[in-house]
């Protein structure tokens, strides 16, 4: 069934509580049938009116405040766009059979904005629930006292899980804020800078876990070569993805200039000590020269580098390995190395999501990603980077980000 076989206006009426739809200026523009019948008027008598004529203070209770509190929690969805769930309320209402005589109720609103496609509030969406049967008293004054209590543990129940569920919209927000601005910083596919190179970005599955990997390939001077890198920045959300284009733009810029890898993550470590949210940071990069057919390489408390040769045999970068970015006070020269490879081989790069998982030794994670790349290692490097994906990410996603290059030599 598609929306345009839906008769919204019938649904709304069969909703199963008390829901009325206000006008930005508090008028009636709808109220279903169970608002209707809880409250005791009739359509003529609520729509097209405004609301606190419809249902206005108790004039013999000086100490009436259900309009006052009401008119402040729709200001509040009006002026913000956002929900607003009401404490307990007494709000009495008036006999429409009996003027002047006023029955004692109490509610529990839930107010809600609809809006247009300029953002601006179109609608109020009014939900009560009734539960003046909880507050009025049963027999004794501590049986009343009881239900007062119930009620307000009720009321108080609601409120956490409205609570909560704006949490998890602003959560999503943040998500989608995050990783938008992560995959900006990140370069396209189209800057690879070499014909045979694959990138892959996997955020992490739920709303809070959003990280800091990111990946960079840049041109080199010097006859034909490339740095490729990847990094990790520890933390979540907006503020990683911020720690981490300063980090990957400071390390492309080091790695155009300087003599090797080891030298540009020289250079990083210093700028990390500078930069909020850096701690504990690591990276690796590696120089590609396709002439000479060799990689330089080093690692800032980063996973190995993968080389897979051409004739199956699988290599782990890590004759250059030193701590995050920022373990020393004093900054020292990192260490260096460099490899040969064959025409065919497999650079791979990629960040601790691939390979790592609760209650499990990242040798376990390594050997998996291994055997991964030597099965697969004559498939192209767009194939070859959907594979290790499918075989080494669980199924509903992973709890960390995760960043792949893989670069044919």
Known sequence: MNDGAIDYAA??????????????????????EEFLRNAGRTREQVVGRYLFDVFPDNPNDSTASGMRNLAASLQRVLETGERDAMALQRYDVENPDRPGEWEER?????????????????????????????????????????????????????????LNERLRQAHAREREVAIALQEAMLPARRQA???????????????????????????????????????????HGLAAAGVMGQLRSALSAASRVAGGPAEALNVLGRYAHVVDGAESATAVTTFIDFDEHTITYSSAGHPP???????????????????PLDAHPDPIPRPEACTRYSEGATLVLYTDGLIERRREDIDTGLARLADSLARHRT???????????????????????????????
């Open 11 to 32: 649904v709304f009426q069969c909703l199963p509580g008390m829901v009325a739809l206000l006008t930005p200026e508090l008028v009636y523009a709808d109220a279903n």
């Open 106 to 162: 109490y509610w529990s609103p839930v107010n809600a904005p609809v809006l247009g496609p300029d953002g601006k509030v179109l609608l109020l969406v009014h939900r009560v629930e009734e539960v003046t049967e909880l507050i009025k008293a049963r027999g004794s004054p501590r049986s009343s006292r009881a239900r007062v209590l119930e009620a307000e543990l009720y009321t108080r129940a609601r409120e956490l899980q409205d």
């Open 193 to 235: 800078g070499h014909q045979h190179a694959a990138v892959r970005y996997r955020p992490a599955v739920g709303s809070l876990n959003v990280c800091g990997d990111w990946y960079d390939l840049v041109d080199l001077v010097g006859g034909r070569r490339i740095g490729v890198a990847v990094g990790d920045v520890v933390g």
């Open 305 to 323: 580098p993968v080389l897979v040769h051409a004739d199956g045999r699988v290599e782990f970068l890590d004759q250059a390995t030193d701590p």
């Open 379 to 409: 498939e192209d490097p767009e194939q070859l980077a959907d594979s290790v994906l499918l075989e080494l990410l669980p199924p509903g996603g992973a709890t960390d980000d995760t960043a792949l290059v893989i670069v044919r030599l």
